[in-house]
């Protein structure tokens, strides 16, 4: 086993321990206060200089090697999601309705736990290391909070580095792809307008449902008949609002939903072919049709080289046949904000 590997082995344990405490701890998006205390105090315990205080509760740990080189980055995000959790395990959440159910307690760990390694390890190390703990990934808000003050620079990220846990891939495995791997997550709002009228005498009104409910249909086709069937894209309709009684027409419908990508160019081309299906299918149904459509997230595209560098890697510890190909998933990961500035993975 590699030098490495054998003192991640001894630090299991107090890991263990560490990613314990932050699930009983819970905190929400902006409000990672004690998980932030408590990262702050074990960087500081390993002798890495630390940061408070980025965009809010964010922590940045920096580790100077001892001679000059490159800057790499390694990100964790902090914070859980409004769920309660019904797990019964003796470190479940003390604090109720709030849970890391997905998994940030453990991304938190993973990057503390290679703070303390390579701070053990500093002597051999050209170049810094930047450990970055980002709030409010659940909110799509903490990547482009920490941009904004500026937590590549100074010392300038060259490559930054990431993870998520999987329950798709077994316990003991890691997952790696090159080019896309997390979708665009973009946000929009539907709104039909029409006439109101008596729901006896539909000829003498305009009918903003009748025309909601072809929308709702003729937006599969964009997926269906406007992207190529090698491309990938989702729209989904996810809340629908109008009318006010069984017998009167509507005369206005408000629809929200989301639209995932995998491609810039797809993801841009998104807008113009909603808004092309929602103001033609309305006009013809005698209605007014207006999206408004709001850039979320970008799509998660890891860069090859950096996807290589990080397979080669885990190989190293794990060996070839626990390092395995993911497939791509619809969801998103604000780590692609990252990627839109600095190569990584
Ligand atoms: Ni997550």
């Not at 709104?191 to 937006?219: C, M, T, Y």
């Not at 299918?281 to 560098?309: H, R």
């Not at 791509?328 to 993975?345: K, N, Q």
């Amino acid at each position: 086993m590699s030098d490495i590997g054998k003192k991640a082995v001894g630090i299991a344990g107090t890991l263990s321990n560490i990613r314990r405490d932050i699930h009983k701890h819970p905190e929400l998006s902006f409000q990672e206060h004690r998980t932030a205390g408590v990262i702050a105090g074990i960087l500081e315990k390993a002798g890495i200089e630390v940061r408070r205080g980025v965009a809010g509760t964010g922590v940045v740990g920096i580790l100077r090697g001892a001679a000059p080189g490159k800057c790499v980055a390694l990100r964790g995000d902090m914070d859980a999601l409004p769920i309660e959790e019904k797990t019964g395990a003796e470190y479940a959440s003390v604090h109720q309705g709030v849970m890391h159910a997905c998994g940030h307690d453990v991304h938190t760990t993973c990057v503390l736990g290679a703070a303390i390694l390579l701070a053990s390890l500093r002597e051999s190390i050209p170049g810094t290391v930047k450990f970055i703990f980002q709030p409010a990934e659940e909110k799509n808000m903490g990547a482009k909070e920490m941009l904004k003050e500026h937590v590549l620079s100074d010392p300038d990220v060259d490559a930054i580095f990431g993870l998520h846990a999987a329950p798709s891939i077994p316990a003991g495995k890691v997952g790696i792809k090159a080019g896309p791997l997390m979708a665009a997550v973009d946000t929009i709002r539907i709104s039909v307008l029409g006439e109101g009228g008596h729901g006896a005498v539909p000829d003498r009104a305009r009918d903003a449902i009748v025309a909601a409910a072809s929308v709702i249909q003729n937006l599969q086709t964009v997926v269906s008949r406007k992207i190529s069937p090698f491309d990938q894209a989702v729209v989904s309709i996810g809340t629908l609002h109008g009318g006010q009684a069984n017998n009167i027409i509507a005369d206005k419908v408000e629809m929200g939903g989301t639209v995932r990508t995998y491609s810039s160019e797809t993801r841009r081309k998104m807008p113009e072919l909603l808004k092309n299906i929602i103001t033609h299918t309305c006009s013809a149904l005698d209605t007014e049709g207006e999206l408004e459509y709001f850039f979320d997230l970008p799509p998660l595209v890891n860069d090859p080289e950096c996807a290589e560098i990080g397979r080669n890697a885990a190989i190293a510890v794990l060996g070839a046949e626990n390092v395995v190909e993911p497939s791509s998933s619809g969801g998103g990961e604000d780590f692609a904000v990252f990627l839109e500035h600095v190569p990584g993975a």
